[in-house]
């Protein structure tokens, strides 16, 4: 796929494909870069459950990750992957269709 930035030089976008829940820090970085609610904050409980904060079960919350919420809103600007302090994330450019 072939994109350009404004003034047509060539751009190839970088989509958010995942998290690593092993190396995130829950900081929250990524989120207030990204203006189009592309992740998440989520908890893990002590079973290791992805929970939603602000549940019944925000006592057994071992760990606060970050959590991919809408992948199709990315814009692949790389935002978040500047100011990840965890260099918890994978990026991935655009596949064509039919490749």
Same mark, same amino acid.
């Given at each position: 796929?072939? +994109?350009?930035?404004?003034?047509?030089?060539?751009? /190839?976008?970088?989509?958010? %494909?995942? &998290?690593?829940?092993?190396?995130? @820090?829950? *900081?929250?970085? !990524? +989120?207030?870069? *990204?203006?189009?609610? /592309?992740?998440?904050?989520?908890? @893990?409980?002590?079973?290791?459950?992805?929970?939603?904060?602000?549940?019944?079960?925000?006592?057994? @919350?071992?760990?606060? @990750?970050?959590? &991919?919420?809408?992948?199709?809103? !990315? &814009?692949? !600007?790389?935002? *978040?992957?500047?100011? *990840?302090? %965890?260099? !918890?994330?994978?990026?991935?450019? %655009?596949? %064509?269709?039919?490749?």
């Amino acid at each position: 796929m072939s +994109f350009a930035t404004r003034d047509g030089r060539d751009w /190839v976008p970088d989509y958010l %494909a995942s &998290i690593d829940p092993g190396k995130c @820090i829950g *900081c929250g970085r !990524c +989120f207030k870069v *990204c203006g189009r609610k /592309v992740m998440t904050l989520k908890g @893990i409980n002590e079973e290791g459950d992805l929970v939603d904060l602000g549940s019944d079960e925000d006592d057994e @919350i071992e760990k606060k @990750i970050m959590v &991919i919420n809408d992948e199709g809103a !990315c &814009i692949g !600007c790389g935002a *978040c992957a500047r100011v *990840c302090p %965890a260099n !918890c994330q994978t990026h991935a450019p %655009a596949v %064509a269709e039919g490749a």
